[in-house]
């Protein structure tokens, strides 16, 4: 079983800046992709970035050039750096992973949600 903790998420005015953390922990032969989902009121969950396990980076167009998705394996941490922010950025973010668990056996993980504020 993996447990993903999401923490950082809060009331931010335009144009401010946040950092969502990501803790993961449990047991998996390899983590493969991680990712930053969220979703808004009324609206279906998207994709904000993922992070394979091959390296790689992928990003909503909505928010290239002002979020990063990294990680450090040591710590078994993913972050997303927001930065500046808008109102059409609120809502509740996932982090996500689907690690192998057993031999050629991948399962997908949620934690449990932050929700990010943006005022006007």
């Known amino acids: 079983q993996v447990q993903l903790v999401e923490s950082g998420g809060g009331l931010v005015q335009a144009r401010g800046s946040m950092r969502l953390s990501c803790a993961v922990s449990?047991?998996?032969?390899?983590?493969?992709?991680m990712a930053w989902y969220r979703q808004a009121p009324g609206k279906q969950r998207e994709l904000v970035a993922r992070?394979?396990?091959?390296?790689?980076?992928n990003y909503a167009n909505s928010v290239k050039g002002r979020f990063t998705i990294s990680g450090d394996g040591a710590k078994n941490m993913v972050y997303l750096q927001m930065n500046s922010l808008n109102p059409e950025d609120t809502g509740v973010y996932y982090c996500?992973?689907?690690?192998?668990?057993?031999?050629?056996?991948?399962?997908?993980?949620w934690g449990q949600g932050t929700q990010v504020t943006v005022s006007p």
């Open positions: 449990g047991s998996w032969l390899s983590l493969n992709d």
């Open positions: 992070f394979t396990g091959g390296g790689s980076t």
């Open positions: 996500y992973a689907d690690p192998t668990v057993l031999p050629g056996r991948m399962r997908e993980f």
